[in-house]
């Protein structure tokens, strides 16, 4: 196993990444009261509850099975679990755990910052993309029809335990998904990474688990290093949106739980990739680069044939990357180092939002 | 004007107090961006929003009408307020203004908190009871059909504005609720208070608005030096929940709306000082002081008399005040000094709640 530290002061807490963690003692370290609620949903629960549960004798442990689906992220379905709170009396010394995908850690997650104002919780993130990134940095919320994770709070939580055993149930799909983010990191950060990467989807798409390990690993470990220099995202946590903009432009068109967020995120990367390229920052060599390796990992590179530059332009003006008006988005000086920036002539965003389905051809 | 400052490092905020202070230039120097988001209520509306409005030339202004009443402090009516930042495309610098009243500031408070994981906002508190207690401290949120404000918040304004001359239009019943809350600063911090109150009390119902400003003046010190020194309620602070966790019984039992908070909270009160005489510490000339000054007030001091002991112990179960499910209560170990205990033998609290009508007898 091994420990990575997120520094946030007082708000510090450990990711812990191996083999077959959900069967070991971990989580009784991190509960501080007596009571526990696990959230978890209809995929996930049958597969690796019982064995969660091994781990809490002697806690009041209450349980809350949500449907699986981005569709369900909402008020009314988090509302769901302060139900199950208040009727098994659970008080303000009680932890949450939140054993599934994303959308379970994130619901579970603002549950946690709002019930009775703020309470524990533990992440146990049983898909890639929520081990490489949503369990990672605070972030919870849920989704409005109007817009995506626009109702949330920053929340850390205890701990995170991210066993590697579990993605062998993971769908070849949402394992591609998970890779985007990872890919995302590279891109971003550190093109030693990238080139690793290079050498290893094949390996990764096979689940080899050593290369698992260190792609979890080394994601967490760079997001982590972000997160702490912006906890709030005042400025570079915003480099982790790579993709995004465009991604949940494309989400909230197709109606959550269509595309996958982590393949809206891949489409997404190629369109912030695309519009680095036509602003001279990437050469040709470098977008090639970016569209093999996501293709290799299985991503969609292309948004849906339908989207017109009008309906992206609309549905971008209310993501959160906005400020005051003004559209900011991730884009890449060059493979290894985002920017965040509003600074390009709006004709290049339309060029690459008319590109269509050229952008998937090497 | 009189300015008190919260200090609670990067989060201190002021709090402005006098008369007319709706119609004076004081909101733009807390407003960051150039959106404002207005939540307002039915009642409060008609009457000062458009003075309001007249501070806010230059920016893009919307409104959030409410309906009035503590039964529609819910996570439905905080998405209507959602519903309208997305439709009119507030971005992370927006400021949220909360007109109205304590249920009017805990859900644009909520509603700040949670949108886009936390944007500013202000308090401009319509009734005693807001500018003395909920405008001030941080705390915001909704309640629950299982239990009051289990679902919220700690999110600090940027500025609160607390106009005398509203409270002329003001319900007799909302400033007598307004009054338990004073009364409370009195007891659990400062006998000096207390004795200016039974001397002043003819003159704050009669709305001399010289007693008002002391009265609102010396509340929010007192609040706010007890939040300075414990804003996420771990201890100290709990002694502002004096008679809340009786109070919250009733409203519960009774359904919210029927009996206003400060006169559960009035109710309680009595009940906390009446369990504080049977443990001796309290006169039985101490307890007739403070059902005296109740009364003078114009509080109801006795509690439904179909609620009985086993009710109130039913509900008081999923109070926020229980830790570890062990019954915490705020208690006076003599007047000016509350304590916030779970050492009392449970025979005691019975008898409390046993006594019925007779609590009310001088």
Redesign the interface.
């Given at each position: 196993m091994q420990t990575l530290s997120v520094d946030l002061g007082a708000r510090s807490y450990p990711i812990q990444i191996g083999q077959g963690l959900l069967s070991k003692q971990l989580l009784p370290a991190h509960i501080k009261?007596?009571q526990v609620m696990v959230v978890s949903n209809e995929t996930v629960a049958p597969l690796y509850l019982q064995t969660l549960l091994q781990q809490l004798d002697g806690y009041q442990v209450d349980t809350v099975i949500l449907p699986d689906g981005e569709q369900f992220k909402d008020?009314e379905h988090v509302?769901r679990i302060?139900?199950a709170l208040?009727?098994k009396?659970h008080?303000?010394?009680t932890t949450l755990i939140a054993l599934g995908g994303g959308v379970v850690g994130d619901m579970t997650g603002f549950a946690a910052?709002?019930?009775?104002?703020?309470v524990d919780f533990i992440q146990v993130p049983t898909t890639l993309l929520s081990q490489v990134d949503s369990s990672v940095g605070g972030?919870?919320?849920v989704n409005?029809p109007?817009?995506k994770n626009?109702?949330?709070?920053?929340h850390q939580p205890q701990q995170v335990l991210a066993d590697t055993d579990v993605l062998n149930s993971l769908p070849e799909r949402e394992l591609s998904a998970g890779l985007a983010e990872v890919i995302k990191y590279g891109l971003i950060y550190d093109e030693a990474f990238l080139s690793w990467l290079e050498a290893n989807m094949a390996g990764l798409r096979a689940r080899d688990p050593e290369a698992l390990a260190y792609a979890i690993y080394r994601s967490c470990e760079i997001k982590a290093e972000i997160v702490a220099q912006d906890e709030?995202?005042s400025g570079i946590r915003a480099l982790l949106n790579l993709g995004h903009t465009f991604g949940h432009a494309i989400e909230t068109d197709q109606g959550y739980g269509q595309w996958l967020h982590g393949e809206a995120v891949g489409a997404g990367t190629l369109m912030s990739a695309d519009l680095s390229a036509r602003l001279g920052w990437l050469s040709q060599a470098d977008l090639d680069r970016v569209k093999t390796l996501l293709q290799s990992a299985g991503l969609p590179v292309v948004a849906p044939e339908a989207m017109t530059p009008e309906r992206f332009k609309e549905l971008m003006?209310?993501d959160?990357k906005?400020?005051?008006?003004q559209l900011r988005l991730v884009l890449l000086k060059s493979l290894g180092q985002g920017v965040v920036t509003a600074e390009f002539p709006v004709e290049k965003l339309d060029e690459t939002l008319s590109a269509g389905a050229q952008l998937g051809q090497l």
């Open positions: 009261g007596r008020l509302n302060f139900d208040l009727e009396r008080n303000r010394t910052a709002s019930y009775q104002r703020g972030k919870t919320g409005h109007l817009g626009m109702i949330g709070a920053f709030r995202e003006a209310v959160k906005v400020l005051d008006g």
